[in-house]
């Protein structure tokens, strides 16, 4: 049996803590075959880069790789001398002696192959391979160190596990598993036992540091069985599962392409609540009342407030079209008027015509801000117009006519170079037995841009995020309304989406000059907001999982500016004041507080 495990930066920060490492490892390998795969010592990255600035304002990529490698290299060397000691036969290698080729990409290169030969060797000689990870080599002429960016140890340990056909890869940190949350701020959140590889992909995504996607996404796609524990204790910790994968080759081992799959689903039908007034609880008594009446929402859409109403979208199966109209009918006249006529009255309006939700789905797209871009694109080069939009960090959803779903899916899958994959298969095999919420999580590093009046035609959306993305920046949530408004004579939309706070003052320069061209448009930048979310593959079958969220935070008096949701996970945006509080409510809303406080023992108390 051969098993990898990977020991981050806190695990291996001292002498001692290596030696503890050390003993472990070595009481594995009595009965097993060990590869183990570390990070550099505690903060000893963080040293290097205040070093490298030190020296220049603008270190190159590549001097900068040169530079970072060297921390993970001081680590295998002692990890070894360790086993050694102990009488366990051990060989430190880096990632070019490993085989881990990569693309030639300086701090942040993706994985296309690892060539295993010298590896298996010494194993069958006995010896633990003690690895370098986050790095490798872009090719064996020119012999160029890369870096794999953020999460490269976790990368490097499941792309070995898979290379190597591994029975298992364990991830050992200073937590004791995955948590239902930061235990920082939500002290009783609770360990885990399980959780699925799309969940864990939504909350990593999402900032939880545990596991990096691009390690997750590995996983998931070569079935790798994936173990989340203690560096400290011997406890089980979490397990993350995957589906059977299906047969794919070793070459090319990470994924290169930015998207996995295109998923679509024509039984949809959408309703909106418009110039409803923007206060705490709209949203929890509109899904209250549609949960009451036991009916599945697939997408959920708040756009941004204009004076003090709002507008919500909501998409439910066709054959709930009718119900969900009544249940809008019957709650409307309890929300009150708006205090400015001018602005219009509230009302419910379906929307008859048959439409589609296309989708791009793909932890590959997280850090490349093209995707999205080239998906918008893509759907207005083939005349197709995007009447809504919203996005998760791995996937992006797009609704339009139903005439056009297969024309659609047929261009994405040329222009992503994928194949499609309906809902029931994208999603059954990882939901079953799951709760509806899985995790909570928080972002407090995000800005948010609205733009009102953006011309309603195709190409916009496209022509939008093309100009972020050639600035190299970033979006989060993308939301774009479902009410025209007709300005000047131009039939116009919004569109809201976050960036990081430190894009969000470039976005702004980049978007006012395009809109500088426009005969209608206006922005709106809020950087002091925050994003909660809530995860679980088991929501998709559990209707009014969104309505105790909203319901949570409404008893809070926190009122949410923005929605977006995909089939696992609802997203909420609030004022960056209350982010602590919607954490912590949301997470009791659901259950997932443990009996006691997370304990993380200290190494010096492990024997």
């Known amino acids: 049996m051969l098993i990898v495990q990977k020991y981050g930066g806190t695990s291996v920060g001292s002498v001692d803590r290596i030696q503890t490492v050390a003993r472990r490892v070595a009481k594995t390998a009595r009965d097993h075959s060990v590869v183990v795969v ?111 960016g953020r999460g490269g140890s976790d990368t490097s340990a499941v792309a070995l596990a898979a290379a190597l056909g591994a029975d298992q890869c364990e991830i050992y940190t200073d937590v004791p598993g995955i948590l239902t949350t930061d235990p920082r701020i939500v002290p009783k959140a609770k360990l885990m036992d399980e959780i699925t590889c799309d969940e864990m992909l939504e909350l990593a995504s999402l900032g939880a540091k545990v596991l990096h996607p691009r390690a997750v996404e590995i996983a998931r796609n070569y079935g790798i069985p994936l173990v989340v524990r203690s560096s400290w204790t011997d406890d089980p910790g979490t397990r993350v599962t995957s589906p059977k994968p299906e047969p794919r080759p070793l070459e090319g081992l990470e994924l290169v392409r930015p998207v ?51 507008d919500i979208t909501f998409t439910v199966t066709q054959n709930c079209y009718n119900r969900a109209i009544a249940v809008a009918d019957a709650i409307l006249p309890t929300l ?22 296309v989708s791009i789905v793909g932890a590959g797209m997280i850090g490349r801000p093209k995707v999205a871009s080239q998906m918008f694109r893509t759907l207005a080069e083939a005349g197709i117009n995007i009447q809504m939009i919203s996005t998760s960090e791995v996937k992006v959803s797009c609704v339009i006519d139903a005439a056009d779903c297969d024309r659609a899916v ?15 298969t994208a999603e059954a095999a990882d939901r079953s037995d799951s709760p509806p919420v899985r995790g909570v999580a928080l972002d407090r590093n995000q800005a948010r841009l609205a733009i009102r009046y953006v011309p309603d035609r195709p190409g916009m959306a496209a022509t939008l995020f093309a100009l972020l993305a050639d600035s190299n920046i970033s979006v989060d949530m993308i939301i774009q309304s479902q009410r025209c408004q007709q300005i000047d004579g131009i039939l116009t939309r919004d569109i809201a989406f976050t960036v990081s706070q430190a894009d969000a003052a470039e976005a702004q320069k980049v978007l006012e000059a395009a809109i500088a061209t426009w005969e209608c448009g206006e922005l709106f930048v809020n950087p002091a907001i925050a994003k909660v979310s809530a995860v679980g593959a088991g929501m998709v079958d559990s209707p009014g999982v969104a309505a105790r969220m909203f319901e949570a935070l409404a008893a809070e008096n926190i009122n949410i500016s923005m929605i977006a949701t995909s089939e696992i996970k609802i997203s909420c945006v609030v004022d960056e004041k209350d982010a602590v509080k919607a954490l912590q409510v949301v997470h009791e809303a659901f259950g997932l507080s443990g009996d006691e406080a997370v304990i993380i023992p200290s190494p010096a108390t492990v024997s």
């Open 38 to 148: 570390v990070s550099a010592m505690g903060k000893t990255t963080d040293g290097l880069v205040k070093m490298a600035e030190e020296i220049s304002g603008n270190p190159s990529r590549r001097e900068m790789d040169m530079l970072l490698s060297t921390g993970e290299q001081v680590t295998i060397a002692l990890m070894s001398m360790a086993l050694q000691e102990l009488g366990q036969p051990a060989l430190s290698m880096t990632g070019a002696q490993v085989g881990i080729v990569t693309e030639a990409e300086h701090t942040r290169a993706r994985i296309l192959h690892i060539q295993t030969e010298r590896m298996e060797r010494h194993l069958n000689e006995g010896k633990v391979i003690v690895v370098a990870g986050f790095q490798g080599i872009s090719d064996r002429e020119q012999l160029e160190i890369t870096t794999l």
């Open 410 to 424: 047929e261009a994405l899958c040329g222009a992503f170079d994928v194949r499609q994959r309906s809902p029931e």
């Open 260 to 310: 996995d799959g295109v998923e679509f689903d024509a039984d949809q039908a959408a309703v909106s609540m418009l110039r409803i007034p923007d206060r705490p609880g709209i949203a929890a008594r509109l899904f209250g009342g549609i949960a009451l009446q036991k009916l599945n929402v697939d997408l959920i859409i708040q756009s941004i407030h204009e004076a003090n109403i709002n």
């Open 336 to 357: 009150g008027r708006n205090d400015d006529p001018e602005l219009g009255e509230p009302e419910v309006r379906g929307y008859e015509a048959p439409i589609a939700k």
